[in-house]
């Protein structure tokens, strides 16, 4: 490894978290952490086996995986759409989002179409009539590329979106046809066989990785590279990151440590809030996207004796420096029920000097990256002072590799984690209980039992 590509490793920094100089009550010690890396010394080895239980390490190393996405998002470019419309719901949306917020223009939608050279990029991840009611106000459709992402298919918020915008392209007029607007990432789905006999395009979801675990494919990256993000970078850090640590003992790994961190503060320092706080705008939606992958990876029964027990941290997303003025208050005094993760950036991407006078004549030459970078610092110094234990994935700056880093790093931190709580990370049996609830409420045919039980059960009315 050259020196170069060294300098744009990230690290994950756990001093924060040390007995001492924080308590043995409230912090851990390397020992502690070397116990655990013992227990989940075999989880990398399995995830490279074709038998892993998961496929999100085998399909970073599928090169057909990038080479299609790359060539769909050009032949998409080339024909300049206005307008890109992605439905989808939970890691079939978060990780595209969170990669275009770091990597694009802050400002992306607001560009000049000269500048931007892509088409403007909104995100419908919800079923509220208001948004995207108001959305199909605003665009041209038959300007538009729609991007559908849901590996099976039945996603009953993606299918509900993606109807109401293909009878909106059906109405559009002057010979629109709904297919050649839309491009559909899915799996072996019934959604996959509409597009098929409409002649849609169609980007493959790989049938081993689930939809939290997807950003590193067509699911995450299409959308990106259409707007005209470097995926290839991203996916080239994110092989980087997977070679580093393969080469590397348990302890070199900074995703198992990490994961070996969280888990004995859960489970042993009484901490299960585990708060993400980027210092940077632009990773943002990456600490909302963090919250999906940890909470339904890591939120499940596990057997503890003879019981059966609900396991998993709480996640929670703030950000520098705003929720210095919100939560920090509540981190530094409130429960030390919290272990808090920030992530910083040591060389902002952009240089902008205060100019001096009042009333902070004391900032006059200050860069705001130099101060942003400051108040992370004073934020990990006032809550060591409190006894409340932190740590810090730090990144030399946001680039394409540095974010490919981090988001498979989070991925390998889950399989760790899930490995060391007993549980499979990779399924989601609550939320399928949920849409069962759904489909049984809405009317569909072959739920009216399932419909007559939620009724059965549902909590008394108390309307105040």
């Known amino acids: 490894m050259t020196r170069r590509t060294e300098s744009q490793d990230i690290h994950f920094e756990a001093g924060g978290s040390l007995a001492p100089p924080l308590g043995r009550s409230h912090g851990i010690t390397k020992g502690d952490v070397k116990a655990e890396l013992r227990r989940s010394a075999r989880v990398l080895t399995e995830l490279h086996s074709e038998a892993a239980p998961a496929g999100f390490v085998r399909a970073l190393k599928r090169p057909s995986i990038l080479a299609n996405t790359r060539k769909a998002a050009a032949r998409w470019r080339r024909r300049k759409p206005t307008d890109l419309i992605h439905i989808g719901i939970g890691g079939s949306s978060l990780g595209a989002e969170a990669l275009l917020r770091a990597l694009a223009h802050p400002q992306y939608n607001l560009q000049s179409p000269a500048k931007r050279g892509g088409p403007r990029i909104h995100f419908v991840d919800n079923v509220d009539p208001e948004t995207l009611g108001a959305l199909l106000e605003v665009v041209d459709l038959r300007k538009s590329l729609v991007h559908v992402v849901s590996k099976s298919g039945g996603t009953v918020e993606t299918a509900a979106g993606f109807q109401v915008v293909r009878d909106a392209l059906e109405r559009a007029g002057r010979g629109t046809r709904w297919a050649d607007h839309c491009v559909f990432t899915t799996g072996r789905s019934a959604l996959r066989e509409m597009a098929r006999r409409e002649g849609a395009e169609i980007l493959d979801f790989p049938e081993d990785v689930g939809g939290r675990f997807s950003v590193l494919t067509p699911s995450g990256l299409f959308t990106p590279a259409v707007a005209g993000v470097d995926i290839a970078g991203v996916v080239g850090g994110a092989r980087r990151y997977l070679s ?220 105040i």
Do not use: C
């Open 244 to 463: 580093r640590v393969s080469r590397g003992t348990p302890a070199e790994n900074p995703s198992a440590v990490a994961a070996a961190i969280a888990y004995v503060m859960a489970e042993s320092k009484r901490k299960p809030i585990h708060v993400l706080m980027p210092y940077a705008d632009s990773l943002e939606p990456l600490a909302r996207w963090y919250v999906q992958l940890i909470g339904e990876s890591l939120g499940k029964r596990a057997r503890r004796g003879s019981r059966n027990v609900g396991v998993g941290p709480t996640p929670l997303p703030a950000r520098g420096t705003t929720d210095q003025h919100s939560q920090v208050q509540l981190f530094v005094e409130g429960p030390a029920d919290k272990w808090l993760t920030f992530v910083s950036v040591e060389a902002s991407r952009r240089k902008r000097p205060i100019a001096g006078g009042p009333p902070a004549d004391y900032l006059a030459g200050v860069d705001l990256g130099e101060l942003l970078r400051a108040e992370q610092r004073g934020t990990a110094i006032a809550l060591a002072e409190a006894a409340r234990p932190t740590a810090n994935w730090r990144l030399p700056t946001i680039s394409p590799d540095t974010v490919g880093q981090l988001f498979f790093a989070f991925e390998l931190q889950t399989a760790f984690q899930g490995a060391l709580y007993g549980i499979n990370a990779y399924d989601q049996p609550g939320v399928e209980a949920g849409k069962l609830a759904a489909f049984a409420l809405i009317g569909r045919e072959g739920y009216a039992d399932h419909r007559k039980a939620i009724e059965a059960s549902e909590p008394p009315t108390w309307t």
